[in-house]
């Protein structure tokens, strides 16, 4: 197995920095410990796997668990570096991998929006279609900030995004779940978008208390039709959505069935933090 470097900045040579040939991960972490700790490192492991990246697991569990007690509370992001290949596309056999860790405050808006929900609007940047690259948290975000940056001229908190085709993919940096026909549904993730951490935990409590959720290939028509509608990710967590404004007209939904859903999967959620092991 390759080891990865440490590192605390960008060289002037390296790949992340001159071709977004890389990784990273944003974790929630209170009192030195991480949520969804062994989730975050499997997807790490397992993107890594699909850039061609060699990641050493018990390397990458002991640096995290060493910067989330030094940031104490709040977010820990860690970006993984190809490393340093100089000019050219072509990543050279004598790069190594490098991670660089930043510490940061929790949004404070986020607690708010768990309890009230976010207002959001459709937005007209739609994400390219690239199966090598679906699912993937990589480094390559310039989709996402044409995304936020019109969210500046909207009178939303959030913006739902679709693919290319039309189908709904996630949010501006969540991914969405709703409840319609007596069932959960969520977009499937492999040829554009982010597996998200919470999403995955999600998947698995659904599974586990035998609530089947439909993962499939939805237009906005569909979630329109919703009950209820969420967003969720590593940091906030579950939050409702109480309104869907396309060009056309806007959606109303009721947050308490979200509630309730927070509420049921609180438990499970804090059993995931890192033991310390």
């Excluded at 009192?31 to 390397?59: C, I, K, W, Y």
């Excluded at 019109?150 to 991914?175: M, P, Q, T």
């Excluded at 396309?246 to 033991?275: C, G, H, I, M, W």
Aim: aromatic content about 10%; some cysteine.
């Amino acid at each position: 197995m390759g080891q990865i470097i440490a590192a605390n900045s960008f060289d002037v040579g390296d790949r992340a920095a001159n071709y977004g040939d890389g990784l990273f991960t944003t974790m929630q972490v209170e009192d030195g410990r991480v949520a969804l700790f062994n989730r975050h490192v499997s997807r790490m492991m397992n993107d890594g796997e699909r850039l061609m990246l060699t990641l050493e697991q018990q390397q990458l569990e002991t640096a995290i668990r060493a910067h989330a007690h030094e940031c104490g509370s709040g977010v820990l992001k860690l970006l993984i570096s190809s490393g340093v290949g100089g000019r050219g596309y072509a990543r050279p056999e004598t790069a190594k991998p490098h991670m660089i860790f930043s510490h940061h405050p929790l949004p404070g808006h986020y607690t708010r929006w768990r309890s009230e929900g976010i207002r959001t609007r459709v937005s007209s940047v739609r994400l390219a279609i690239q199966p090598l690259l679906g699912g993937i948290k990589h480094l390559n975000r310039l989709e996402q900030i044409f995304i936020k940056k019109e969210l500046n001229s909207f009178k939303a908190d959030d913006a739902i995004v679709c693919d290319a085709d039309g189908f709904v993919i996630e949010g501006s940096a969540a991914n969405i779940f709703w409840h319609r026909n007596g069932q959960w549904h969520t977009p499937e993730i492999s040829t554009c978008g982010v597996k998200g951490v919470m999403r995955c935990f999600l998947l698995d409590w659904f599974e586990g208390n035998r609530m089947r959720v439909n993962v499939g290939r939805f237009v906005l028509d569909e979630l329109f039709q919703a009950d209820t509608v969420f967003f969720c990710n590593a940091l906030m967590e579950i939050i409702p959505v109480t309104a869907i404004a396309s060009d056309s007209a806007t959606f109303d939904f009721p947050a308490q069935p979200v509630r309730v859903l927070q509420q049921a999967v609180a438990q499970n959620y804090k059993d995931e933090y890192d033991s310390g092991a």
